[in-house]
């Protein structure tokens, strides 16, 4: 009964791992995703006038959301920003750089708000700036169990099964990430390997 647990836990310690990876691509990637959209609307016309001058000629000046909120789109680019700088931080960067996010997306959320009568765009902005808030706040809540960007490559604990004993063994783990010159591969296969 011990063996069958102990074989399980591994296993649903690498489907917990696998989750938490899951889960931090999903949030990572609407970060950037809303941070994107809340840039490319602030940076769009959100009004229009059109006036006639005397002659008869007609002008049309329009207004971006960059000359109404002049904030909007550098808090978007932090916010964005901020999210690919998680991709090549580890957890405690990426607590920080959430705060960060969080704070853009709430401020850029405000410049939506704040001009909601000026058409769709500022709706867009801020119902986007909103998904990057509550990105840069679920990273900072949840990056404590998510994998560290490297943890895939580091060594086993010596403590750890065998990864394999048969040089088609050793190609299956290769080919599911595992790492060949672990020191959990037994003396044995390394020579089978080598022959």
């Known amino acids: 009964m011990s063996d069958r647990t102990e074989a399980a836990e591994p296993r649903d310690a690498h489907e917990g791992a696998e989750r938490r990876a899951a889960e931090r ?16 609307a602030a940076s769009r ?13 007609t002008a049309t000046t329009a207004q971006a959301g960059t000359d109404l ?18 991709l090549a931080t580890g957890n405690r960067a990426r607590r920080v750089l959430g705060v960060v996010a969080a704070l853009a997306g709430l401020a850029t959320a405000l410049a ?15 119902v986007a700036a909103l998904v990057l808030a509550f990105a840069g706040a679920a990273t900072t809540a949840r990056a404590g169990g998510w ?9 086993a604990p010596a403590g750890e099964p065998a990864i394999a004993e048969d040089p088609v063994s050793l190609w299956k783990a290769l080919d599911s ?7 959990n591969i037994t003396a044995s296969a390394q020579k089978k390997g080598r022959s």
């Open 177 to 183: 990430g595992e790492d060949p010159s672990s020191p």
């Open 45 to 57: 016309d959100w009004t229009s006038t059109t006036e006639t001058g005397h002659a008869g000629i």
């Open 147 to 155: 994998p560290d960007t490297g943890t895939r490559y580091d060594a």
């Open 112 to 126: 939506g708000a704040l001009h909601l009568d000026a058409g769709p765009w500022p709706i867009t902005m801020g």
């Open 69 to 86: 909120a002049s904030w909007a789109l550098p808090c978007a680019l932090a916010g964005g920003a901020a999210f690919l700088a998680m």
């Open 25 to 40: 691509t999903r949030v990572l990637l609407a970060g950037i995703a809303a941070a994107g959209l809340a840039a490319l």
